[in-house]
């Protein structure tokens, strides 16, 4: 059965949009996510064009298949230029009474170094915080002092599980 979790709607802040997924994004995303240096922490290698529409194709549909999960994905865009400069996202789920939301970013290579990931984590969290998903879970590998840094400022904290090779953040 399908849940009814939210959808993803454009959000904005001072210098970033975030855009709701589409599977026509991965046209543009595709050369951007190319960059060996995005799969430092996270190991494996950039998608094809065709694996990244099949992989947009099923995030944006908002759901996993058995519906146990909402999928909320957006492509984060400079406002002033329009360029997307990465991505957001959260995986929401019930954990007992509570809906508890799974958050990743990513910010493409050229881009990095701007403070940008901070800024759209922190208006996605909002935007789940408005929805009231307030319960944030993060996965930042042990060497990732960016992606700790960004899970910091999101009000998150360190545990000491280690889930795939990486450190499990919880919060608030």
Known sequence: MVRDWPAAE???????????LRVEHADEMAPLLRDERLHEFIGGRPATLQELRYRYARQAAGHSPDGAEGWLNWIV?????GDAVGTVQATIRLDGARTVAELAWVVVAPQQGRGYAAEAATAMVGWLD???????IAHVHPDHRA?????ERLGLRATDA??????????P
């Open 130 to 136: 408005r929805h009231g998903i307030a319960a944030l």
């Open 10 to 20: 454009p959000i904005e802040t001072e210098r970033l949009v975030l855009e709701p």
């Open 77 to 81: 865009r400079h406002r002033e230029t």
């Open 147 to 151: 992606s700790a840094r960004v899970a």
């Open 162 to 171: 280690l889930v795939d090779g990486e450190v499990r953040w919880v919060g």
